[in-house]
């Protein structure tokens, strides 16, 4: 299919003129599509991983529903929605490739969606486990990856460490294990999933390391191999939010696949031997995602972030194999409908006896409660449609040209930015793993988005602080043709407890982070750089 786009062509540049000696020329540019900011004047947004400004069409279903709350009601203005709602589900269908609209939910956040997920699933398998005669100590494994995010890291140690503490009488102890991270060839710790290492956990050949469940250090003399048979659960990121890397999820899910194909652990339960979880919170909306491909048993994604949806919004997928065998950990009246049975007389009771029974909801509606917002809920449908568009009418300025646009689009401009801040002698990228490789006019870098750093010699609160002050009178920059332009950008900063334990292995603190979106443009990235080495000089 043929785009046509608007374009603003941009000329290349001579070398602009620096504080410093260090070099800086800018490359040969792409054009650049004409996709403006809704966010103030003189306000360059460079913090889109955390949460990104929403395009008109989002903020404009918002207030359309608000208004109509105003006229209506809350009640009678949700019940007007019921359409539009499922149409929501349907948009998230289409952006995940999912199946059916019963195997989404909405919510109010990635986070609710993944601890949501996760405490079904745990106790699910808690229930389905058969009695043991022999006393024997039945051990249950989580793995997950080194780049995990906090919220699901501290959410795994307080459900294992609290069951452990009950092990004298469920005869269970769960153990957490970090997959380990491939590691380049200068010896550093790379963040991403080491594949091969996966396997040998998955075929009886890897080498029990650390048990993160356990509070005290365990003695690692004696030396075991983990049972692959006690592996209940594996837990990965997509991207971090400490850096740019892309963990294989594809492939991590089929190798669960294939092992899920020829094992079954408890021939009692319905589920999977091994089930697999994706935190998809910084990848979608940036770059094209296919649960089938991963062939993910759960996966959770925010609107704030790529989507350019509003906060407090959020979805699961949960695919239709396994969604109605999950017992839901959070209930109420809507997930779980209450209704009085009545039993057939007996022998022993010739009248009629009822019972108030419960049932939970066809699919991944069990997993959401009745009260909601329903406005942001219509503006998340609305953010997933926008980055979904294909620009049939060639409207640039509305439609970002669909997923795989927007990431060719986001990759270039982060390649763009990380060659130049390679050549600041001050700033060290994180986890900038990839080997530089002429592709024409650019470097293969960062492949996403989020870029993060140090700064030698500064801690990084006080680097984002300075970027982050407005520009003064005198510090305004003149690219040439570009505008003089003033104003202040938008960044962030990434505190070691976010991934704590990448952040370990890397001994690493708080970077600062520069998380690019579609919408950026050269300019801005120019005058950022700019800005930056004003920042680092004397």
Known sequence: ????????????????????????????????????????????????????????????????????????????????????????????????????????????????????????????????????????????????????????????????????????????????????????????????????????????????????????????????????????????????????????????GQIVAEYNSQHKHNKHSKLPSILYVVDACQSVGQIPVNVQRMHAHAFTATGRKYLRGPRGTGFLYVPKSIVDDLVPSHVDHASTPLAWVDSEPTLEATTKQSTLQYNYREGAQRFELWESNISTKLGLGAAIRYALEDDKDGAVSRAPGGLKSIEERIKFLSNYTTRHLRTMERVELFHDNYELEKDGNNDIGIPCGIITFTVKGMDAALVKDKIMEDFANGDAYHIENYPSQKGRFEVSIVPSTSTPIDSKNTNVGTLVRVSLSYFNTMEEIDLFLLKLEHVLSP
């Not at 374009?7 to 070099?23: D, K, M």
């Not at 040969?28 to 103030?40: A, E, F, N, V, Y």
């Not at 949700?78 to 059916?100: D, I, P």
């Not at 390391?209 to 659960?233: G, H």
Request: with cysteine; aromatic share 6%.
């Open 1 to 252: 299919m043929k785009y046509l786009y608007l374009l603003l062509i941009v000329l290349p540049t001579q070398s602009l003129t620096l504080t410093s000696n260090i070099p800086y020329k800018p490359l040969q540019r792409k054009p650049t599509l004409t996709l403006r900011m809704t966010t103030g004047p003189g306000i360059h947004f460079f913090n889109n991983a955390g949460s990104s400004p929403s395009p008109p069409c989002v903020t404009d279903a918002i207030i359309s529903h608000l208004n109509l709350e105003t006229q209506m009601g809350g009640y009678h203005a949700a019940s007007m929605q019921s359409g539009a709602l499922l149409s929501v589900k349907q948009q998230v269908v289409k952006l995940v490739n999912a199946e059916s609209t019963l195997e989404i939910a909405l919510v109010e956040s990635a986070t609710v969606a993944w601890t949501r997920v996760f405490y079904s699933m745990v106790h699910t398998i808690i229930a389905g486990q058969q009695p043991d005669s022999s006393n024997q100590v039945l051990e249950r494994v989580i793995l997950l990856s080194e780049a995990e995010y906090a919220a699901n890291v501290v959410a795994i140690l307080k459900f294992a460490r609290e069951q452990n503490q009950f092990r004298t009488t469920t005869n269970c102890k769960w153990s957490v294990y970090a997959i380990p991270s491939l590691v380049d060839k200068n010896g550093l710790n790379t963040g991403i999933v080491d594949l091969k290492t996966f396997r040998s956990m998955l075929n009886g050949t890897w080498e029990v390391t650390n048990d993160l469940a356990e509070t005290v250090a365990e003695n690692l003399n004696e030396k075991r191999l983990l049972d692959p048979a006690s592996i209940a659960m594996v837990c990965v990121t997509h991207i971090p939010t400490n850096s740019g890397i892309i963990n294989p999820v594809e492939d991590i």
